[in-house]
Every structure is written in structure tokens, then in C-alpha cells.
T-cell receptor
Framework: EAGVTQFPSHSVIEKGQTVTLRCDPISGHDNLYWYRRVMGKEIKFLLHFVKESKQDESGMPNNRFLAERTGGTYSTLKVQPAELEDSGVYFC?????????????FGPGTRLTVL | KQEVTQIPAALSVPEGENLVLNCSFTDSAIYNLQWFRQDPGKGLTSLLLIQSSQREQTSGRLNASLDKSSGRSTLYIAASQPGDSATYLCAAFTGNQFYFGTGTSLTVIP
């Protein structure tokens, strides 16, 4: 069974540009999470989807970030316009079911560099 | 707000040694605690998941314990090997999100 996949693996953009990150969860996993790790800091929660609905987006830093999960399958995270402080590694994770007791499976991450 | 701390930040041990990594969290109202391994440039690999009702979980040479009342978890690695070199992260799940520690960077010297 394929794990969580993320695309691209790396992205280098200039300040002010737009970038879209994609996450494909494990098939059948209703719950999808986005996290981010900026340099030297811990991994922090961004938002949580249950199927196509945003369950919790309290971790989204500002309105330059837009996440979608149309159809409840893959998700995209768009940053527009990107700022220098958006640089970091963006992780996606998925878990089956709606309980909080299930293991989360993480993707390899997208390393975003904003110049 | 939940805060997760991992000590030490870095650890270097000779091959074959047993070691313990520590994780503490401030809010005991967690659903579970998960230990991950991260290799340089790679994603997170789940090692062990301990439910809030459990005290420990074992997988091979790894044993993780959980003491909710004291807000602590430990990851015990037996007979360490160079291939165990990586960053180890613990994360406390509160029901809607994980709170991560900053990790312990482990180096096992052959």
C-alpha cells in the first residue's frame, strides 16, 4: 500500500510568488493534517481536514495560506504571496477513521525556500 | 497550551550501548503519544504509538513508556546500532492535533 505522498519534494521561489503544495493521503484515510517546521523550531500544526471539511485551521499563520481538499481525496496548500518567513518543511499526515486514537502516517515533506 | 520538551537535544553513544530518550509534556489530557524517527532530508517514520490508557509499547529493540500523571514518556533503545542514528521526535496528540518536541539527535558511533 502506498504511503502518504507529497509533491514537490523541494520548491524554491522568490518572495511574492505563489506556490502550491500537494498531499496525497493513504487511500481511505478520512483525516488529513498539514504541519510545518521552520528552521530551528518544532513541527507545528497548521490544519486538519475530515474528508473535504476543515475541522480545525487554528494553526494557519495568516490569510496568505489556503488549503483545500476537494472531493475528500488529495489536498493542496497554497501560499500566496510567499514571504521569507514561510520557508520551511511542510508535512502532510493522514489517519484512518475519526477517532483520535489512530496512528498518523506522515509524508516525506516539501521543503520550501523563499528567497 | 500543550508544550512538549525533549531532552537531551543531542546524544552520542558508542555502538551496543542502551540509551533512553526523554519527552515531557505539560498537559496530561492527551489521546496518545507517538514516537517518530526522522532521517536527514526524509519524512517522519512512526516508531511507536502509546494510547493514553497504556503504559508502554514495544517493538523490537525499542520500548516506549508513558506516564500521563507526570507528563513523561521515554523511548528506550537497546543495543544501539549505527543505523539508529537519526533524530527522534515525540508528539502528543490532543484529539485534534499533534504537539511536537524539537527532537533528540542521536549518533551511534561504530
Amino acid at each position: 500500500e502506498a504511503g502518504v505522498t507529497q509533491f514537490p519534494s523541494h520548491s524554491v521561489i522568490e518572495k511574492g510568488q505563489t506556490v502550491t503544495l500537494r498531499c496525497d493521503p493513504i487511500s481511505g484515510h478520512d483525516n488529513l493534517y498539514w504541519y510545518r517546521r521552520v528552521m530551528g523550531k518544532e513541527i507545528k500544526f497548521l490544519l486538519h481536514f475530515v474528508k473535504e471539511s476543515k475541522q480545525d485551521e487554528s494553526g494557519m499563520p495568516n490569510n496568505r495560506f489556503l488549503a483545500e481538499r476537494t472531493g475528500g481525496t488529495y489536498s493542496t496548500l497554497k501560499v500566496q504571496p510567499a514571504e521569507l518567513e514561510d520557508s520551511g518543511v511542510y508535512f502532510c499526515a493522514s489517519t484512518i477513521g475519526t477517532s483520535g486514537y489512530n496512528e498518523q502516517f506522515f509524508g516525506p515533506g516539501t521543503r520550501l525556500t523563499v528567497l | 497550551k500543550q508544550e512538549v520538551t525533549q531532552i537531551p537535544a543531542a546524544l552520542s553513544v558508542p555502538e551496543g550501548e542502551n540509551l533512553v530518550l526523554n519527552c515531557s509534556f505539560t498537559d496530561s489530557a492527551i489521546y496518545n503519544l507517538q514516537w517518530f524517527r526522522q532521517d536527514p532530508g526524509k519524512g517522519l517514520t512512526s516508531l511507536l504509538l502509546i494510547q493514553s490508557s497504556q503504559r508502554e509499547q514495544t517493538s523490537g529493540r525499542l520500548n516506549a513508556s508513558l506516564d500521563k500523571s507526570s507528563g513523561r514518556s521515554t523511548l528506550y533503545i537497546a543495543a544501539s546500532q549505527p543505523g539508529d542514528s537519526a533524530t527522534y521526535l515525540c508528539a502528543a496528540f490532543t484529539g485534534n492535533q499533534f504537539y511536537f518536541g524539537t527532537g533528540t539527535s542521536l549518533t551511534v558511533i561504530p
